[in-house]
Nanobody, 121 residues
Framework: QVQLVESGGGLVQAGGSLRLSCAAS????????MGWYRQVPGKQRELVAQ???????RYADSVKGRFTISRDNAKNTVYLQMNTLKPEDTAIYSC???????????????WGRGTQVTVSS
C-alpha cells in the first residue's frame, strides 16, 4: 500500500508565497505522474499542476507563471512552489500519484488528505 502526506499549507497574504510538499511512502512501488489539485466548496476539483516521471510539466492557465511543480524521485516527493498568491487561490490542495505496484499491471491512483491554503486580501 502507498500513502501520500501533504504539508506546507497555511495562511498567507495576497502576494505572498507558500511551498507545498507531498511525500509518498510504502514498499514495492514506483510512481508515474504526480500532481496537485485544488477544490473549494461548491466547485469541482481542478488540476493545478502535473509532472511526469520524466519531468514534463503542465499547469492550469490560472497559475501559469506563478506556480512551479517539481519532484525528487529519490525521496518520492513532489513540491508545489506558489508565488504571487491571490485570494482566488484559496482552496484545499491535494496531492495525487499514479502508482505502479510491483507485479500488478496498470496503475492505481492515490490521493493525499489535502492541506488548506488560505490567501487573505
Amino acid at each position: 500500500q502507498v500513502q501520500l502526506v501533504e504539508s506546507g499549507g497555511g495562511l498567507v497574504q495576497a502576494g505572498g508565497s507558500l511551498r507545498l510538499s507531498c511525500a509518498a511512502s510504502g514498499s514495492s512501488f514506483s510512481i508515474d505522474n504526480m500532481g496537485w489539485y485544488r477544490q473549494v466548496p461548491g466547485k469541482q476539483r481542478e488540476l493545478v499542476a502535473q509532472i511526469t516521471s520524466g519531468g514534463t510539466t503542465r499547469y492550469a492557465d490560472s497559475v501559469k507563471g506563478r506556480f512551479t511543480i517539481s519532484r525528487d524521485n529519490a525521496k518520492n516527493t513532489v513540491y508545489l512552489q506558489m508565488n504571487t498568491l491571490k485570494p482566488e487561490d484559496t482552496a484545499i490542495y491535494s496531492c495525487k500519484a499514479d502508482v505502479y505496484l510491483n507485479g500488478v499491471s496498470g496503475t492505481f491512483r492515490y490521493w493525499g488528505r489535502g492541506t488548506q491554503v488560505t490567501v487573505s486580501s
